[in-house]
């Protein structure tokens, strides 16, 4: 993997990103055991420098390199600061991560990533990191994980589009959008609409004028409008539902992953001439299985909310 041998072998993987508490490591840990399952050698690499609990079998490890309390101790910064000043210390020392790497080659990778927003959608190391492992002829596809149950409060639905959205432009790879811990959607509400409806990301409208029914929101119509505008000019963002538990769910999400990175058309498994004509038209039949999912997880309703808000 040194700069110089334009000729090394291709390394694919998953850079795993999302905000705090969005299931990230435990993604990873499902993920690995899941691929592992269906022949890959998976290797996990720990890129962030808070994670100390770690349930999975973990390769490369960036506490060998720096950990956010001895920055925190030291430097005298908070959580946040520290943060930043670990990964633009990662991109510092390439080197070190290169040499680690390479002690995996021929592997899947999984890139276990920090939950602070502000490294994907502002700041640049992280960014950065990516663009050298491209350099390295790894081939990644980032996975940005969003609590599933953010779509029943459609203002925070809304802020999860937007942050979404500036983590696609921000960070230039392939991406897979998902909504995790599918089988906890509604526990904090219940969804306005079908799931399909969040999942693709369909006419932004009606949410606007669901969220117009809630008197405080009622102020600031003309804001949600131009932000659910910006959305919808780009219309760039969709999601996958998953359920870490499920394997039909890892494996619809796997194979969303492999489109992206170009997996797919590897010869490392093999595979099927209607897996790869599916996987070259697109023929995923996504809606049919966000139908699957809804049934699964969303409790059927005598009327649905929105023809309540019809009503109204």
Not at 5 to 34: D, R
Not at 177 to 199: H, P, R
Not at 224 to 232: F, Q, R
């Amino acid at each position: 993997m040194s700069e110089g041998s334009k000729g090394s072998s291709l390394a694919f993987g998953q850079v795993v990103i999302g905000p705090p508490g969005s299931g990230k490591t435990t993604y990873c840990q499902g993920m690995q055991e899941f691929l592992g399952r269906v022949g890959r050698k998976v290797t996990v690499v720990n890129l962030d420098p808070a994670n100390e609990a770690m349930p999975y079998q973990c390769a490369v490890d960036i506490a060998e390199l720096i950990t956010l309390p001895d920055v925190m101790e030291n430097l005298k910064l908070g959580p946040n600061g520290g943060l930043i000043y670990c990964m633009e210390y990662l991109e510092a020392n390439f080197d070190w991560l290169q040499e680690k790497l390479a002690a995996f080659r021929g592997h899947y990778y999984l890139f276990d990533c920090p939950g602070q927003v502000e490294l994907y959608t502002h700041h640049d190391a992280l960014k950065n990191v990516f663009a050298q492992l491209a350099k390295w002829n790894f081939r990644l596809a980032a996975v940005h994980l969003v609590d599933s149950h953010y779509c029943t409060d459609p203002g925070k639905f809304i802020s999860v589009l937007c942050t979404s959205l500036s983590t696609m432009l921000h960070v230039e790879l392939p991406h897979v959008n998902v909504l995790s811990k599918m089988d906890l959607i509604e526990q904090y509400g219940k969804l306005a609409f079908n799931l399909d409806y969040y999942t693709e990301v369909l006419d932004l409208s009606y949410l606007v004028d669901h969220l117009a029914s809630d008197p405080f929101f009622r102020n600031y119509r003309r804001l949600n409008e131009k932000l659910v505008e910006v959305i919808e000019d780009y219309s760039l963002v969709s999601f996958v539902p998953l359920n870490v538990q499920d394997k039909e769910s890892m494996r619809q999400v796997m194979q969303a992953v492999d489109k992206a990175n170009g997996y797919s058309f590897g010869d490392q498994e093999h595979r099927s001439l209607e897996a790869l004509m599916s996987a070259a038209v697109g023929a995923d039949f996504q809606f049919t299985s966000t139908l699957a999912v809804q049934e699964k997880y969303v409790q059927s309703q005598d009327k649905a909310v929105e023809e309540q808000v019809m009503d109204l």
